[in-house]
């Protein structure tokens, strides 16, 4: 399947920071006016300046962009420094942000983004993500090294709150690591928050805050991370602290410490403090995507193409009527379902006896022949469905803004 380099890159401040044009921050007031302390985001439309340039689907792919390092911890023996080299890998995504105080596109349900990656050593590793829930939003993904026995599975489960001059984001849900090829050795996972800070005066600012852990319940290991937030008076924007512990006898093993944005540094207990990741001198592995024409109408990049469009030209109107128009066709379709009593069935996940989304393509797979199960992944995540072309739209509305009803079907795997 031919597929091009298409990664996305974002120039940022060094702080990370902006400032709202007047016109802008108008109309967030305005927004804010109609809002009270605690109020659930989710259902709020968002004015098109506030948009990052991609799906919140592709969003979670910054995560997965130094798979060398989930390389280097699955060949690890020390079981000690296994699990300090899963932590490296948690840590290394967080540093990729848009310029700016920027949200994703909400996904929309059945949408999908997926994904590979080439490592130097001809290594491949590959990410799937779909939207299997609009109300309340929920994001399941896969990403694996198939051929390593790498396996990660995840659920996304946020929930946006207006908190007066700043909006936070919950970040429910977790991130399982698996290696196979160690008896299925787990790691457990779960995110900080996320903060919009300055929304009512100030530099508006994006943080990453509250506490974070990393779990190996067999290795008898956990790390306690803390991602701090920037006080009015005192503090530093983007930085995290942690220890790596002994569950068992709450033993501090190893200290973490630093900017997330720039480096982290490690400390043993018995040894002086070193650098633990450098953004400098870790290049971000690039994503390959298939080019849009190859692409189902419902990927994302696909989906939010001429939203993305305008966004890049500037043409905000633009941008705003091609995001109204992909909402409305969502809620026609949801009320057309209703209407005929037909549940919505994910394309790629299942609800497992756990009630978690589980990749449907793991079905089966040969874990004693990994060669054959990367052959097996490879051709479910990126296979294409004949039959899922672009809903046709129907009617201009009143305001003579495109309009749909699609016919409602479920789509399986």
């Not at 410490?257 to 650098?275: A, H, M, R, V």
């Not at 190859?294 to 989906?303: D, V």
């Not at 305008?310 to 909402?327: P, Q, V």
Request: glycine share 6%; net charge neutral; charged share 25%.
């Amino acid at each position: 399947m031919s597929r091009k380099n298409s990664t996305t890159t974002f120039e940022e401040d060094a702080d990370n920071t902006e400032v709202l044009e007047d016109e802008n921050r108008s109309i967030i007031m305005g927004l804010i006016a109609q809002l009270r302390k605690g109020t659930d985001l989710s259902r709020i439309t968002l004015p098109t300046f506030v948009l990052e340039p991609r799906s919140l689907l592709e969003k979670f792919t910054d995560f997965m962009s130094h798979p060398e390092l989930v390389v280097k911890a699955s060949k690890t023996t020390d079981p000690v420094q296994r699990f300090v080299e899963v932590c490296r890998f948690f840590l290394s995504g967080w540093h990729i942000k848009p310029k700016g105080v920027k949200k994703p596109y909400n996904p929309i349900l059945g949408e999908f983004f997926r994904c590979e990656y080439k490592l130097k050593n001809g290594e491949k590793a590959m990410y799937i993500a779909e939207q299997v829930s609009h109300h309340p939003p929920v994001t399941a993904y896969f990403y694996s090294l198939p051929e390593l026995g790498i396996f990660v599975t995840g659920e996304a489960h946020p929930k946006a709150k207006f908190l007066g001059n700043s909006a936070a984001t919950m970040m429910k849900g977790y991130t399982r690591i698996v290696l196979s090829e160690l008896g299925n050795e787990t790691y457990e996972i779960s995110n900080p928050n996320v903060y919009a800070r300055g929304i009512l005066f100030g530099k508006m600012v994006m943080e990453m805050g509250d506490q974070s852990t990393v779990r190996c319940d067999s290795l008898d290991l956990i790390c306690e991370l803390e991602f701090k937030t920037k006080g009015y008076f005192s503090g530093e924007n983007h930085s995290v602290s942690g220890k790596i512990k002994r569950q068992s006898t709450g033993e501090v093993l190893y200290e973490i410490s630093g900017i997330w944005t720039q480096e982290l540094f490690i400390k043993g207990k018995n040894s002086s403090k070193e650098s633990f990741f450098s953004v400098e001198k870790n290049p971000v592995i690039s994503k390959l995507v298939e080019p849009l024409d190859n692409q189902e109408w419902n990927e994302s990049r696909k989906l939010w193409s001429k939203v993305t469009a305008g966004l890049a030209s500037n043409n905000m109107d633009y941008a705003t009527d091609e995001k109204t128009f992909i909402e409305n066709r969502q809620r026609e379709e949801t009320a057309a379902r209703q209407k005929q009593g037909i549940q919505w069935q994910p394309r790629f996940f299942d609800i497992n006896k756990k009630a978690e989304y589980e990749f449907k393509g793991v079905n089966g797979l040969d874990y004693n022949n990994l060669s054959k199960a990367k052959e097996q992944l490879e051709k479910y995540m990126f296979s294409h469905e004949s039959s899922s072309s672009s809903p046709k739209e129907t009617y201009n509305n009143k305001q003579g803004q495109k309009a749909l009803i699609s016919e409602p079907k479920s789509i399986a795997a």
